[in-house]
């Protein structure tokens, strides 16, 4: 069975790494995270930062979001933030005598959740319904939100104290988990040249619009996965469930979360198939914080991504053309 006639990706490509040379005008050494988090945009998923604080996780949320003409809201989580301020509130309207919906912070195309674990459980909940269905129900009520919708959130790993560790349920919404990392020794000089008298986010300019964005996610929806492809990622995800230092493995959502990060990669490197290449490129961003070791495991001090990557180096991958 074809794929169809094959289709020009050139121009995806050439779109991705505008928006993505435009962003590292912000951020200097950091171009495979950055395009990371844009597949996850053009493949309609959320991210979740988790690094040490100042190496510039809310300023990757904020270039891309100003690299975009679009809307976009910044919530700062903290313990007394209440649901009704992520979600919206009705209210009444004493001149026309009825109630009235004001829009919370998540009505926006681009939304960052600064330090989402210093949140209560209860209002970190209120982002559930959003990030799964794109929608928000308010005292019985449903109001759609507008295309395209991205959740960044960052936190940090480290501290504990006045923090809620966020749950499974919520991280398996995130398609992938980033890390920043240190930069290197010359990014970090050109972060002193660049941003040591004026901030660069200031002068970064639009070069993409949601409409546009709009039209890169379908595009990626229309990348062929072959069915072979499609096996070696439910055998990936299925591994995870049957690793013995693995207690819960990868849910269903992990496979179909995997298999759409790869259709917006591919297109990225102006493709209209995916490759196993692609797969394995983006595995471990897609499950790592989707899983958790089992006890003995922990107290080995394992961790998710090194078990990951022995377990790919163990999955068959299928043969060209198969």
Request: charge should be negative; include cysteine; charged fraction near 25%.
């Amino acid at each position: 069975m074809t794929a169809g006639p094959p289709k020009d990706f050139s121009q995806f490509q050439a779109s991705f790494e505008r928006i993505a040379e435009n962003v590292e005008r912000a951020i200097q050494g950091k171009g495979d995270v950055i395009r990371r988090a844009l597949v996850a945009l053009l493949a309609e998923g959320h991210v979740l930062l988790e690094d040490v604080p100042g190496v510039g996780k809310t300023m990757l949320a904020k270039s891309l979001a100003r690299s975009i003409d679009c809307t976009w809201q910044r919530i700062q989580f903290t313990p007394d933030l209440l649901p009704t301020d992520v979600t919206g509130v009705n209210f009444w309207d004493q001149r026309t005598g009825e109630f009235e919906f004001k829009p919370g912070a998540v009505f926006a195309n681009i939304c960052l959740g600064d330090e989402i674990n210093r949140a209560s459980p209860k209002t970190q909940s209120a982002l559930l319904e959003s990030m799964e269905e794109r929608q928000v129900t308010v005292d019985g009520t449903t109001y759609r939100l507008d295309e395209p919708f991205m959740v960044i959130a960052t936190q940090n790993p480290l501290e504990h104290e006045g923090t809620y560790p966020l749950p499974e349920s919520q991280l398996d919404r995130f398609m992938m988990r980033l890390s920043m990392g240190y930069p290197g020794r010359s990014a970090e000089l050109d972060i002193l040249d660049t941003h040591g008298a004026h901030s660069v986010l200031d002068e970064l300019q639009p070069v993409s619009d949601a409409t546009e964005v709009s039209v890169l996610i379908k595009a990626a929806r229309d990348v062929h996965v072959a069915p072979s492809l499609k096996r070696y990622i439910v055998d990936i995800t299925e591994a995870t469930r049957e690793h013995p230092d693995i207690y819960l493995g990868a849910s269903p959502r992990a496979s179909l979360y995997l298999l759409k990060s790869c259709r917006a990669l591919a297109a990225s490197r102006s493709r209209d198939f995916v490759i196993p290449d692609d797969i394995k490129d983006l595995s471990i961003s897609v499950l790592a914080h989707r899983i958790v070791l089992a006890p003995e495991a922990q107290m080995r001090g394992a961790h998710a991504e090194a078990i990951l990557g022995g377990l790919m180096d163990r999955v068959p991958v299928p043969a060209s053309g198969s």
